[in-house]
């Protein structure tokens, strides 16, 4: 283990002192009778509490949203390293309280030398799943320009002081958790030299996991936050950590070179919008598939009075899968980077008059086969389920969803020396073999191919529901592609069902992706006599472990109250605010 002393209160600066004190706190039992945690001017929920103490403390020191949302982002970079990055990418959605809505895309970009049969062999196969391991598998890296650009837009605290609390986590050390054992006990069995700088990074010495309670402490992370609170997105994409990052590329077969890193830019992009039973749905448009799809299952599902169907009904469970299944089926047959694909047919796949169509073609009582020809495309590439989902609101009722990602838990895995970050493993998302689809697994789709400086196609779907141009729920999950399914639960559980937040993100949930034909449902919560009928109608069911980790904030309209929950899937997760 790097030599590390543990954190020491009388030397540190006054934020990290209140961080100390804050409780932690643990992850509480499955329990849905648990009250959301409330605060009368902002929270922050998110998948580490030390992290959620960070954004807190912004909050209560004057910044907004955007500030807290930075400084738990860049937190999260330092004690969760599954997800939580520098090395990866994902989408900032913001919504003020007057109506107005910018959303930034800072999904990674293939290099400048990458092409659509960069991970084929000489037989057109997927060599050696280079997609998915390997230096091949990363993609230039987009979080601390999206992070850089919001707070240029948005920011009202200098951004040193939202790195900082970063850079002092990652200095002085943090409690290790559970969370990372098993990881770090995969990381102490592998001996290759590509893994080197990550076992120096996580393993005391060098080969032996921490047992939990023990200090990690991250001094190459520190110094690279360092260099990112003094230089801004320039302390990254140029100089030192640049030159370290494209050295361990070029010396490993990777593709992300200097002027990859430094041709790097985040996206402003205009938020996909629709409404739902009075409510405003305000989400990430391309290149996530994650907002349209949302929309497009809420439009089918608007004219069902699901609350009489009662939920996880077998009905219930029938027409969102459907829905499901139908909005699944367009993300495969149109959506990729806007850029690469200009002619994307976003108004005709968010408008009320296509869902009703779509909504024509479920039948009451079986299912529909999603290889009928109304639902022919592609098969999807296999994803992972680790990343990770942030929601703040603050004082003034802004609010801002960030979901960032290294792709699988804790990316590529790989570490350019001296650098302290976790690479993202984010190629995988192009579809690998163009013109190749297959019932095995190939999907070779043209929007979503690989071309020199396109964005890979995402589920994530950070989401602000706002009535009257006021934000009333944020929230967002990590899961790949149940992503998408997850938040709409979310969001149907609080305006159907009326549930307090901690009840709407602690419910059972179920997953439906078009493709492969089969229902996965979480292992608890769903009664036989309900599956059995569910199959009855023909849907093919599977248990699932449990689905996303939802970290949802409502604001209460009439008290104003912040209630927050930050779901007991995952491991670390916390609520804080003031
Ligand atoms: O962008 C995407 O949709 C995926 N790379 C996200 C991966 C993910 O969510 C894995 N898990 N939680």
């Known amino acids: 283990m790097p030599s590390c002393r543990p954190p020491s209160s009388r030397r540190l600066l006054p934020w990290f002192v209140l961080l100390l004190l804050a409780p932690a706190q643990t992850t509480p039992a499955r329990a849905g009778t648990l009250p959301p945690i409330a605060a009368p001017h902002g929270l922050v929920a998110c998948d580490h509490h030390l992290a959620a103490a960070v954004g807190a403390q912004v909050l209560r020191d004057g910044g907004n949203a955007v500030d807290a949302a930075v400084a738990t982002a860049l937190a999260l970079a330092v004690v969760y390293p599954q997800a939580g990055n520098l090395g990866g990418g994902g989408f900032l959605l913001y919504h003020d309280a007057q109506g107005r809505a910018a959303s930034y895309d800072f999904r990674e970009t293939a290099p400048a030398a990458a092409h659509e049969r960069m991970f084929l062999d000489e037989r057109g196969a997927v060599r050696d799943t280079s997609n998915h391991r390997g230096p091949l598998s990363v993609g230039v890296p987009g979080t601390v320009a999206g992070l850089w650009l919001a707070h240029q837009r948005h920011g009202s605290r200098p951004w040193a002081e939202l790195v900082q609390p970063a850079v002092v986590l990652a200095r002085n050390g943090f409690a290790f958790s559970q969370g990372m054992r098993d990881w770090c006990d995969w990381l102490a069995t592998t001996t290759d030299t590509l893994h080197a700088a990550t076992r120096d990074a996580f393993l005391a010495d060098g080969v032996r996991a921490l047992r939990p309670g023990e200090t990690l402490c991250q001094p190459e992370l520190a110094a690279t936050l360092a260099r990112i609170r003094d230089g801004g997105a320039a302390g990254f994409y140029e100089g030192e950590t640049a030159r370290l990052l494209a050295a361990f590329m070029h010396g490993h077969g990777g593709l992300v070179t200097e002027a990859d890193l430094a041709a790097y830019r985040a996206v402003e992009r205009e938020p996909v919008r629709g409404t739902y039973r009075g409510h405003e749905i305000v989400s990430m448009g391309p290149p996530s598939s994650g907002g349209i799809a949302l929309i497009t299952m809420l439009n089918q599902l608007e004219g069902d009075d699901l609350?009489?169907?009662?939920?996880?009904?077998?009905?219930?469970?029938?027409?969102?899968?459907?829905?499901?299944?139908?909005?699944?089926?367009?993300?495969?047959?149109?959506?990729?980077?806007?850029?690469?694909?200009?002619?994307?047919?976003?108004?005709?796949?968010?408008?009320?008059?296509?869902?009703?169509?779509?909504?024509?073609?479920?039948?009451?009582?079986?299912?529909?086969?999603?290889?009928?020809?109304?639902?022919?495309?592609?098969?999807?590439?296999?994803?992972?389920?680790?990343?990770?989902?942030?929601?703040?609101?603050?004082?003034?009722?802004?609010?801002?969803?960030?979901?960032?990602?290294?792709?699988?838990?804790?990316?590529?895995?790989?570490?350019?020396?001296?650098?302290?970050?976790?690479?993202?493993?984010?190629?995988?998302?192009?579809?690998?073999?163009?013109?190749?689809?297959?019932?095995?697994?190939?999907?070779?789709?043209?929007?979503?191919?690989?071309?020199?400086?396109?964005?890979?196609?995402?589920?994530?779907?950070?989401?602000?529901?706002?009535?009257?141009?006021?934000?009333?729920?944020?929230?967002?999950?990590?899961?790949?592609?149940?992503?998408?399914?997850?938040?709409?639960?979310?969001?149907?559980?609080?305006?159907?069902?009326?549930?307090?937040?901690?009840?709407?993100?602690?419910?059972?949930?179920?997953?439906?992706?078009?493709?492969?034909?089969?229902?996965?449902?979480?292992?608890?919560?769903?009664?036989?006599?309900?599956?059995?009928?569910?199959?009855?109608?023909?849907?093919?069911?599977?248990?699932?472990?449990?689905?996303?980790?939802?970290?949802?904030?409502?604001?209460?309209?009439?008290?104003?109250?912040?209630?927050?929950?930050?779901?007991?899937?995952?491991?670390?997760?916390?609520?804080?605010?003031?």
């Open 307 to 578: 609350a009489a169907l009662g939920h996880n009904s077998t009905p219930y469970l029938h027409l969102l899968t459907e829905a499901m299944r139908r909005a699944y089926a367009d993300r495969a047959r149109f959506l990729g980077d806007p850029d690469a694909n200009p002619d994307l047919p976003l108004a005709m796949l968010l408008s009320k008059e296509r869902a009703a169509r779509l909504r024509a073609t479920i039948l009451p009582d079986a299912a529909s086969p999603s290889d009928s020809s109304a639902f022919a495309g592609a098969w999807l590439p296999a994803e992972s389920e680790q990343t990770t989902h942030l929601s703040v609101v603050d004082a003034a009722g802004g609010a801002v969803a960030l979901t960032y990602t290294l792709e699988e838990s804790y990316g590529s895995t790989l570490m350019a020396p001296g650098t302290g970050f976790l690479l993202n493993n984010e190629m995988g998302d192009f579809n690998a073999v163009p013109g190749r689809t297959d019932r095995r697994g190939a999907v070779g789709t043209s929007p979503n191919l690989v071309r020199p400086g396109a964005r890979m196609l995402s589920s994530m779907t950070p989401v602000i529901v706002a009535r009257g141009g006021v934000p009333v729920l944020v929230v967002g999950s990590p899961g790949g592609r149940t992503i998408i399914n997850s938040v709409l639960q979310v969001v149907l559980n609080v305006v159907d069902f009326g549930m307090d937040i901690r009840q709407a993100v602690e419910a059972p949930r179920f997953h439906h992706q078009w493709l492969p034909d089969v229902t996965q449902f979480e292992a608890q919560g769903f009664p036989p006599e309900v599956r059995r009928d569910y199959q009855a109608m023909g849907h093919a069911v599977k248990r699932r472990p449990p689905q996303g980790i939802v970290m949802g904030i409502v604001v209460d309209p009439q008290t104003g109250r912040r209630l927050g929950a930050a779901d007991s899937r995952s491991f670390d997760g916390g609520v804080d605010g003031y």
